[in-house]
């Protein structure tokens, strides 16, 4: 079964930008969360959607947005990109856990974007 | 200071040695994650606990819930295990929102 996979691997974008990045998460995983890793640093959560709907935000401003599709996978958009936006945009899909207890996070290879 | 503190940043062994990493958190977890990053980004799930002791091959991970602390540890190391190492954890409360640490890399020398 194919992992998790994201698109584009790579992108280039100028200030004032906008861009889409994409997720399709693991076949039966209805949950979807995004992270920034900025180099040098771990992760920081983005967002989590299951069932389409938005389950969890991080401390991101609201240039980011994203949104899940009926068949589970995702994009995150970001409005107005500014330098600070570069990093490795992770995307992650699990089995969403009703009775609140943990399940494995999987994660894609992200798309590394650059903000010249 | 971060919920999550990762030591050492970096560690450097030679082939053969016996390595631990630590993690420590400040929050109440339900599971403490601990994950694998190689140069290019992709992230590898190696452990999720909430109590107690996982083997896997050479890798151990270890969790104190009341002390608030976690070890990996790998035996045995070899030059492929050379990446960084990532510990996570979920707070209470049941969202999926994982937490960071900012990483261990690891270095193993033939």
Redesign the interface.
Known sequence: DAGVTQSPTHLIKTRGQHVTLRCSPISGHKSVSWYQQVLGQGPQFIFQYYEKEERGRGNFPDRFSARQFPNYSSELNVNALLLGDSALYLCASSLFARTGGAETQYFGPGTRLLVL | KNE?EQSPQNLTAQEGEFITINCSYSVGI??L?W?QQHP??????LF?L?SGKKKHGRLIATINIQEKHSSLHITASHPRDSAVY?C?V?AQ???????????TKLTVNP
């Open positions: 999550v339900s599971a994650h994950l290019g980004g992709g992230i590898v799930s999720m909430s990532i996570a979920r409360g049941g969202s999926e929102k994982l937490v960071f640490g900012k990483g």
